[in-house]
């Protein structure tokens, strides 16, 4: 009886750690995959082509090839805003050694960069025309993840708060941020104002419509609170296909070749994450392609690609060694463009519903064109294709436009920080003006720093030690990621 007891225990034991190592193995698997953030409720919508009514199509030659050309239109949907005032065409070329120069004077960043700046008046016009900016905008507690919390203050860069989880995706978004705005603050010799601001490092800022006047990377056309921002890239992206944005502007230049010596179709590497892109990939497969070199790419992570696209995959400078280049909006925007515009080669862009800081530069006809607009879903790809194909001198014409406009002016390093410092500004006359210190309890130093002359608790964290504190400090990570070191 005795043995036929344990025996039972001994099963049930068993059973027990049978069932453990199946739960722990199931956690482990949610450890290592987290479910990513679902946008597409916050997103207007468009029917994608595959879905209702095939199109009908007609066919066209492109090159020595007939290929079939898609005619059912996309949605109509409203492109972006264009520049507000006329472009100076006019401005004088940027030095080349002054286009990588962080510390522009004032006049100098009006002389070279003079429409750079239109989203900072915009947004600083809704501002003044809302009551400006309150100390309550300024709370991050509305959102769990990505937000970050600043000032400045006699010249240097404080952190206050942020709201970060996961495994530190964007930690390292912000700490490019922090460092572009540090940068263009340290090499300036001119007055730096006093301010606090937030600052979102997510693709989407406001997912819930909270409405919070928060710096972005993009913005929707109705979202007027929102500020935007240069993204991380123009500081570095962590991929190895990209990397430090000055060193890819360098890659780009070492190997850039005359356009009619470039390979004379469009090319586009990317996730198959949305609607638009599985567009892409279905006119191209069902034109039969002959104008595109149009691949997807999986990825194992987020900054690793799957093994068995990895031989699809070609580095951002790689891109340049063709005379068409495609751009496609992702979870929101899509941090492509600006290497693509580096380029000398005609960047081919849908009909975009995310705005970045410089898109109001964008030219879609004209004698000043600078890039090729095409339907939402790509129906008219294989026309457009055609058409740039048999009109080369044209084709030519519009990449010349896009490298005046783009690569040797507005995307360059020193424009970036002219317009961090112009935004900095901006902000600061519609916004309170920060505190050094904390009126607070002294004794706790759980988020801050105490000055020991005073006795005084500082706000916040110098920017100097934050960058070697954040991931230590500021990582939300739960106890079982942990455990299995997945943060």
Known sequence: MKTMATAVARHRVSAFLSIFTVILTALYIVAIFPRKPHYSSHLPTSRPLGQGSRPTTSRAVVGNSEVPLLQTPS???????????????????????????????????????????????????????????STDDLDISWKKDGLVRAMI??????????????????????LAILGSINRAMVAYQGPIPDTEFTFSVNDIADPDHVGKPVWTFSRLAENEQQWLMPDFGYWSWELELVGEYEDVRSRIAAIEEPFLEKTAKALWRGAKNNDLRTDLLRVAEESGSQWGDIQEIKW???????SHTKGNAIPIPEHCKYQYLIQTEGASYSGRGKYLQNCNSVVIIHKRRWIENYHHLLIADGPHQNFVEVERNFSDLPQTMHDLVVDPANAEKIANNSVKMFRDRYLTPAAQACYWRRLLSAWSEVSPKPELYDAGDVADQSKSLVDVDGGRKLRGIPYETYVLTAFDQSLNCGWFRRMFRRC
Request: charged content about 25%; glycine content about 6%.
């Open 75 to 133: 949605p109509v949907l409203p492109s972006p805003p264009v520049a507000t005032r006329p472009i100076q065409f006019d401005a004088p070329a940027v030095p080349a050694e002054l286009s990588g120069d962080y510390g522009l004077s004032d006049e100098q960043c009006d002389l070279y960069f003079p429409d750079l700046y239109q989203e900072i008046d915009r947004a600083a016009s809704y501002a003044r025309d809302h009551g400006n900016i």
């Open 153 to 174: 203050h006699d010249r240097k860069l404080y952190i206050l708060n942020a709201t970060y989880s996961g495994a530190g995706y964007n930690i390292r978004r912000s």
């Open 300 to 306: 194992a992570s987020r900054t690793r690609i799957s």
